[in-house]
């Protein structure tokens, strides 16, 4: 964006005087000689604001050629998104845990060959890490898919208005309820997505997409638990929170789908447990 002024008009100069008091009747000469500027000759402001005015343009088109360096900062194409940044950044998180996983594995297996504990300490350990999900866990699993809801989807059955954008996602509370219920239901262990949950896990949503564990996810949600598949169905049957969700399934088409996984094995949890902002009572 360019700003423009109004050329300034010329000005008119004043005539110069003719000599006086030259016997030999020369005619007039100019005011100012001999580089003489101290006279009505001299450099005018007008000139020197105009000189200002070019100079100040010439920074800025520099300004501008080093700003963008060989790219049109006209357009934000060239421009790294917020999104893109966010997925970058989940999927660096997600490498990291994998590397922290092979590197606890292999601490533990060269504390095991020499930690001067009993064997009665080490299946105590083995059972607190169990209970921890820092270990893997083997047995029959039930899963549950969450989606939205078609973006053009209308009221399928009378009496209900018309879906509010709000009414066609799947919301935090809606994942926190599945979860909720699958551990009431004598869950042993829960995956959602390709993370095992732990104590400190926090099921959290940003718009329409999750965060857990520092990664982002998309819909389908896919939550998985290792325990009595019968037990489990009744747990989720019973949650009311569920059965508020169900109605949003049966009239806008929210996603909905249980199936039994048969043997599975969930992985342990391969991030840090160490708690950042909550401290242990004395």
Known sequence: MSNSADSPKAGSGTSPEAGSGDSSGTGSEPAARNGDTSTRGGIRPVRVLTVGVFALAGLIFFTSFDTAKGTNIRTDASLLKLSDLIQERSHKNGQLDESNA???????????????STKAEDARLKALEK????????????????NDAPPDATAKLPGYPEPQPDYLVIHQQDL????????????EGIKVMDQRLI???AVRCVGNTLILQGRVY???????????PEKLQKALAASEAIQNY???VNVYGLGWKVTEDGPVTLPGYSGT???????PVE
Not at 178 to 187: C, E, P, Q
């Open 218 to 228: 998309s819909p389908p949600y896919k939550i998985q638990a290792v325990g009595d």
């Open 176 to 187: 926190q309820a599945v979860v909720n219920a699958l551990w009431l239901g004598g869950a």
């Open 131 to 146: 209970n921890a999900g820092t270990q893997k866990l083997k047995g029959d699993a039930l899963t549950v898919t969450l």
């Open 199 to 201: 104590s400190t896990s």
């Open 273 to 279: 447990v160490d708690l950042k902002y909550a401290k």
């Open 246 to 248: 169900m109605v949003y």
């Open 102 to 116: 092979v590197l606890r594995d292999d601490v533990e297996a060269l504390a095991e060959g020499d930690d001067g």
